[in-house]
């Protein structure tokens, strides 16, 4: 069975300021990863997808992650957070050949005016 | 376009009482799921229907929950009877033929008191 590990509970953090959420993932063989965003009150939207190719992934809003098969980790990035950025976001994987999806705890992602 | 949407937003329940759940894909989505977050946990695959027919039912707790979609096209959860222990916010999710990219709901909170 996979796990997703996120490695932070909750982030506190001022506007303009850089941030980064870990993922690690636990299966083995080829997988899908993704990265979604629940902002206060609206449903879960994709920030971004990976499947095969280059790594280093962009997403919408100015977010990217980068995918480094040797240490199974799916870290999301942003250079310079807003205070719209306050939302909880989930790392989530699934297998190539299965849709279904493995989401890691959350990570609530505060930003401070 | 409509995205994907869930009835009734928040349902508060007393435990022993039934409660029916229903998630409208978006139109022409065959990939239908539902998913489960318990408080403070990780978001959880409950099961997958492709049109009409439950692909995966691996994730569903127990026969007290009964999930239908008849005709391929909304979906409908119970619960029955509902224990304590099903407190959480359920998510439905929908995506295209041969798509990883699903798009949720807003999710059911639902409360048994």
């Known amino acids: 069975a996979q796990s997703v590990s996120q490695h932070n509970h909750h982030v506190i953090l001022s506007e303009a300021a850089s941030l980064e959420l870990g993922c690690n993932y636990s299966?083995?063989?080829?997988?899908?990863l993704f990265w979604y965003v629940q902002y206060p009150g609206q449903h879960l939207q994709l920030l971004l997808k990976?499947?095969?190719?280059?790594?280093l992934v962009k997403g919408i809003k100015g977010f990217e992650a980068e995918f480094i098969k040797s240490k199974f980790s799916f870290n999301l990035r942003k250079p310079s957070v807003q205070w719209s950025d306050t939302a909880e976001y989930f790392c989530?994987?699934?297998?190539?050949?299965?849709?279904?999806?493995?989401f890691g705890a959350g990570t609530t992602v505060t930003v401070r005016a | 376009e409509a995205g994907v949407t869930q009835f009734p937003s928040h349902s508060v329940i007393e435990k022993g009482q039934t409660v029916t759940l229903r998630c409208d894909p978006i139109?022409?989505?065959?990939?239908l799921y539902w998913y489960r977050r318990v408080m403070g946990k990780e978001i959880k695959f409950l099961l997958h229907f492709v049109k009409e027919s439950k692909q995966d039912e691996s994730g569903m707790p127990n026969n007290r929950f009964l999930a239908e979609r008849t005709g391929g096209t909304y979906s409908t959860l119970k619960v029955q009877p509902a224990e304590l222990e099903d407190s959480g916010v359920y998510f439905c999710a929908s995506s295209q033929v041969l798509s990883s990219e699903a798009f949720f709901g807003q999710g059911t909170r639902l409360t048994v008191v």
């Open positions: 989530a994987t699934s297998r190539s050949n299965d849709y279904k999806l493995s």
């Open positions: 990976y499947f095969s190719g280059d790594p």
């Open positions: 299966y083995g063989g080829t997988v899908n």
């Open positions: 139109s022409g989505h065959d990939n």
